[in-house]
């Protein structure tokens, strides 16, 4: 059974930042894509960015230059750094894992910029 379980959200001030953790477990990490999502309230799901097997990662144009996804494959962990956080960064991540033709989400984890 594939589980994804993220970690690492709060609440931080404008221009602080956090780090979320993916953690996955029954699927293999190795070779396929990845990536996060995030979802404000009220708005769709819009890409934070996506990483290929290969190791091409390319970003939504609202957080280039300021997030940085990373992954561990030995450790079946995903990571995505963000700094500069503004507060319209505030929205619910999810992370995802495409493998065997299938989509995988996480169950998401708040993050709420304000001061």
């Known amino acids: 059974q594939v589980q994804l379980v993220e970690s690492g959200g709060g609440l931080v001030q404008p221009g602080g930042s956090l780090k979320l953790s993916c953690a996955a477990s029954?699927?293999?990490?190795?070779?396929?894509?990845m990536g996060w999502y995030r979802q404000a309230r009220g708005h769709q799901r819009d890409l934070v960015g996506l990483?290929?097997?290969?190791?091409?990662?390319t970003y939504g144009d609202s957080v280039k230059g300021r997030f940085t996804i990373s992954r561990d494959d030995t450790k079946l962990t995903m990571y995505l750094q963000m700094n500069s956080l503004k507060p319209e960064d505030t929205a619910v991540y999810y992370c995802?894992?495409?493998?065997?033709?299938?989509?995988?989400w996480g169950q998401g984890t708040q993050v709420t910029v304000s001061s």
């Open positions: 029954g699927i293999i990490f190795s070779g396929n894509a």
């Open positions: 995802i894992v495409y493998a065997n033709y299938t989509a995988y």
């Open positions: 990483t290929t097997g290969g190791g091409t990662t």
